[in-house]
């Protein structure tokens, strides 16, 4: 098996800038953990697997180093170093695999004055007219005196959607049928300072109205947002704003791969990066773990550290996003 500083293609590159040497070095040390200790390695527990609708190809370990990379480039707000080190990283993972990117800039206008910030738009392609969007974030709130490196927060869905983008690409390439799939990598989700409508989802509010104004919204069969979806105790929100019958389906879905437990059985709603298409009545389904740690401690914290996290976490969750994107696709 290849040692490599990154997994997947980026191994392959040279000359990285010096942070995402520092941090590749501790994804290094990680992996090769990974590899030498079996209860680590083995594989994922998921039931989705072997239940009655198999996808295979997603995979839970692969899901949990891209979170350990992500984890190791720091705290990571938009504007920073940081930020810029891990897109590049997930650059050259899409492009590597021949996955298409777009970089969406935009400057948001915060209240600690004007800061740069893009949005990554990898799209796979299909040929039905329709899209299917998997979103989520990967810049996390800056908060000042504690180091919070986010992986479970804005590092967990920056890991899943690159396996996702790797599952799909494969699975799609062949034939391109169905719904276009866009993995879409939001900056700024984090409030700058207190969380308002102003000052929060910069990036969802940007290319939510950039497709108003061009007529794409109508195109949109779904989007789904994935948030904090790594916590290895794992249990999910029914989301109030999301879409009803989103909801519903995810719902039945999760039953129907083992996990009737999964959402907890009251709503709460969770303002995150679907609103912004929610308002302009695009389907939406937002799928967040809103109970982290004891008494949600965890949550914007110092201990949102990748021990918190699981292989079988990501799995779960990836492959109750494949198989609904299957059933939207029909
Ligand atoms: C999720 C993770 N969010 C921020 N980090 C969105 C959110 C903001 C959820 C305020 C609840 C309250
Ligand atoms: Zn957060």
Redesign the pocket.
């Known amino acids: 098996m290849q040692l490599s500083i990154f997994p997947g293609n980026a191994a392959r590159r040279s000359a990285p800038w010096l942070r995402e040497l520092l941090a590749g070095a501790a994804g290094t040390l990680a992996f090769t953990l990974a590899l030498v200790l079996p209860l680590y390695a083995a594989p994922p527990s998921n039931p989705a697997r072997s239940a009655s609708h198999p996808v295979p190809g997603l995979n839970g370990e692969r899901a949990m180093v891209f979170a350990r990379s992500a984890a190791s480039f720091g705290p990571r707000p938009s504007g920073s170093p940081a930020i810029e080190g891990l897109r590049r990283f997930i650059l050259r993972e899409l492009r590597g695999n021949g996955i298409p990117v777009e970089e969406q800039r935009f400057t948001a206008r915060t209240p600690a004055g004007d800061v740069p910030m893009v949005n990554l738009i990898a799209r796979i392609p299909g040929n039905s007219g329709q899209r299917i969007l998997l979103t989520g974030?990967y810049d996390t709130?800056r908060i000042q005196g504690i180091q919070f490196v986010?992986a479970n927060?804005?590092g967990s869905s920056t890991a899943l959607l690159l396996e996702l983008a790797t599952v799909l690409s494969k699975r799609k390439g062949a034939t391109g049928s169905g719904p276009e799939i866009w993995i879409v990598f939001f900056d700024g989700?984090?409030?700058v300072g207190d969380?308002s409508e102003t000052d929060?989802?910069y990036g969802s509010r940007h290319l939510a109205s950039q497709m108003e104004r061009e007529g794409r919204l109508r195109s949109i069969r779904a989007l789904i947002n994935l948030?904090?979806i790594g916590d290895r105790d794992l249990n999910l929100v029914l989301e109030y704003n999301s879409t009803a019958a989103l909801r519903n389906l995810a719902v039945e879905v999760a039953a129907a791969q083992g996990h009737p437990d999964l959402f907890d059985r009251h709503l709460s709603a969770?303002?995150?990066d679907h609103i912004p298409f929610a308002k302009l009545n695009v389907p939406v389904l937002n799928l967040?773990d809103?109970s982290y740690g004891p008494r949600h401690a965890w949550?914007?914290s110092e201990a949102d550290t990748i021990d918190k996290l699981s292989p079988a976490s990501f799995g779960i969750v990836g492959n109750l996003v494949l198989e609904i994107v299957d059933r939207l696709s029909r």
Do not use: P, Q, T, V
Request: glycine share 10%; charged share 35%.
């Open positions: 974030h709130k986010g927060d804005g989700e984090e409030a969380w929060s989802l948030d904090m969770i303002e995150d967040i809103f949550w914007h």
